[in-house]
């Protein structure tokens, strides 16, 4: 068996982060402990580039923009998206993370969903403080560590067409 899994040494690489500006007052706190997340693990100022948007509904396609230029190893996304009395806040949630995974698939970038999806202020407010859930945070070691084992996986040589073909596997039946 062989196992692949990520570091969290982020030494070298680069991350855009698109962060909502939509409730701002959330976000914010979730930018800086991003920020300081990247940084602690090795990531230099320079590596790391910020777009604000709109508000969360915004995120996939900026996100999609960052990863397929090439300049990244995975992209981030920060929003707070929280319910209210209209289901607009089922519309937002849902295209915004169907939109940040469909990005990720089609550059084949991580782009990581640290998006906050929350009945209300006070669960918003608790998840963006750094010394409670630190969200930000998390999302900054997620980032690091699938930009790390995408590195891993696209390092490995293609298997030659003229390989000798791997041996099947036979199951064994259990005897009655």
Known sequence: MKLRKGSHDATGMRFGLVVAKFNKFVTSKLLSSCLDGLTKHGV???DIE???VPGAFELPL???????????????????????DTPHFDYICNEASRGIGQASLETGVPIIFGVLTTETVAQAIERADPEKFNRGGEAAKSAIEMASVIKQLKALKPVDADAAPRPKRTVRKKSS
């Not at 900026?62 to 209210?84: E, H, N, P, Q, W």
């Open 50 to 52: 910020v777009a604000r």
């Open 62 to 84: 900026v996100a999609k923009t960052l990863a397929k230029s090439g300049r990244f190893d995975a992209v981030i996304c920060l929003g707070a998206v929280i319910r209210g």
């Open 44 to 46: 230099k100022d320079q």
